[in-house]
C-alpha cells in the first residue's frame, strides 16, 4: 500500500511541479473508542487520522471501521499524568518494570492491531521519565511503528530516545479543540495553517466533540482553495520509514481481518 501511495504521489509530482511544495496538515483525532458516535467522525470523507484508546466499549470496532476505509489509525496509548487523573484502563505508568511496559503495550496493540504508529494520551508524567521512555521506544522500534509526541509536557524525553532507538518521531503543533467554541476552534485552525505554509507541514490534535464534527466537516472541503492538503499523518513519514500495521508484526498471532 505505501509503494502504490508513492507511485501515486511521484506521478502526480510529475504533472505538477508545484504538488511537493504544497503546505500540508495531519489532523489526528484523539480519544476515539467511548462512544458509539466517533464512528460518525470516521465517515466523513476526508484523510483524518484516528488515535484509538485500547481496552474501551468501541475502541477495536472503530479502529476496524477506519481500517476498512483506508484511513490511517493509530494507538493512543495512556500514560500517567502529573496531575494525578487516570488516563484509563491499560496505562503505562513510571512504577512499571520494562517487561510491564512492554506486556502493556503490547496487550495495547493486541487490542488495536490496525495501529500504525502511537500518540501519548496524558503522559504528562511518563514520557518525562527516561528509563520509561527509552523502553517503550526499544519496543516501538521492535514493532516498526512511529511515535507522535503529544508534548502534553515540555519536559517530553521522546524525541531523545527516539532517536537513541531509531524510531520515527514527530510532533504536535496546534490542538485544535481545547476550547469547544466555534471561534476558538478556528483560531486554532488558522494557526495550524499559518505553520503549515512556514513549514511545509504541521500536524493538529483534535478530539471526536460535536463542534469538532461540524467544524471539520463544514471546514475541511475548503482547503484546496486554500492552497494546503489534508493528508493522513502516514504521509509525513520519512521516506525510510516502511508503514504496517501493529497486527501484521511479531508477536501477532494474525494479521487483522
Same mark, same amino acid.
Given at each position: 500500500m505505501r509503494l502504490f501511495t508513492a507511485l501515486a504521489i511521484s506521478l502526480l509530482?510529475? /504533472?505538477? #511541479?508545484?504538488?511537493a511544495d504544497t503546505p500540508k496538515i495531519a489532523i489526528i483525532i484523539d480519544d476515539i473508542g467511548y462512544q458509539k458516535a466517533d464512528l460518525k467522525l470516521i465517515d466523513l470523507p476526508f484523510p483524518l487520522t484516528f488515535a484509538v484508546l485500547p481496552h474501551t466499549p468501541y475502541g477495536n470496532k472503530a479502529a476496524k471501521h477506519a481500517?476498512?476505509?483506508?484511513?490511517?489509525?493509530? $494507538? !493512543?496509548?495512556?500514560?500517567?499524568?502529573? @496531575?494525578? +487523573?487516570?488516563p484509563? *484502563?491499560?496505562a503505562l505508568t513510571g512504577e512499571m518494570s520494562k517487561q510491564q511496559v512492554q506486556q502493556t503495550l503490547q496487550a495495547a496493540l493486541a487490542d488495536i492491531p490496525y495501529a500504525i504508529g502511537i500518540n501519548n494520551h496524558m503522559g504528562s508524567h511518563y514520557t518525562e521519565l527516561a528509563e520509561p521512555m527509552a523502553w517503550t521506544m526499544e519496543y516501538l522500534r521492535k514493532r516498526h511503528l512511529f511515535f507522535v509526541d503529544s508534548l502534553t509536557t515540555a519536559k517530553s524525553q521522546a524525541g531523545k530516545y527516539a532517536r537513541q532507538y531509531g524510531v520515527t518521531n514527530l510532533s504536535r503543533q496546534v490542538f485544535l479543540d481545547n476550547d469547544q467554541n466555534e471561534a476558538a476552534i478556528a483560531r486554532q485552525f488558522e494557526t495550524l495553517l499559518r505553520i503549515a505554509r512556514k513549514r @511545509?507541514? /504541521?500536524?493538529?490534535? /483534535? =478530539? *471526536?466533540?460535536?463542534?469538532?464534527?461540524?467544524?471539520?466537516? +463544514?471546514? $475541511? *472541503? +475548503?482547503?484546496?482553495?486554500?492552497?494546503?492538503?489534508?493528508?493522513?499523518?502516514?504521509?509525513? $513519514? #520519512?521516506? =525510510? !520509514?516502511?508503514?504496517?500495521?501493529?497486527?501484521?508484526?511479531? #508477536?501477532?498471532?494474525? /494479521?487483522?481481518?
Open positions: 509530482s510529475f /504533472a505538477s #511541479p508545484s504538488f481500517f476498512m476505509q483506508q484511513k490511517d489509525i493509530m $494507538l !493512543h496509548m495512556p500514560m500517567q499524568a502529573s @496531575n494525578g +487523573k487516570a484509563g *484502563p491499560g @511545509n507541514s /504541521a500536524i493538529a490534535i /483534535a =478530539h *471526536p466533540y460535536p463542534e469538532t464534527y461540524s467544524f471539520l466537516r +463544514k471546514q $475541511l *472541503p +475548503k482547503l484546496q482553495q486554500q492552497g494546503i492538503q489534508l493528508v493522513s499523518i502516514s504521509q509525513l $513519514l #520519512p521516506q =525510510h !520509514h516502511d508503514v504496517i500495521a501493529a497486527g501484521f508484526t511479531a #508477536p501477532a498471532v494474525s /494479521a487483522p481481518q
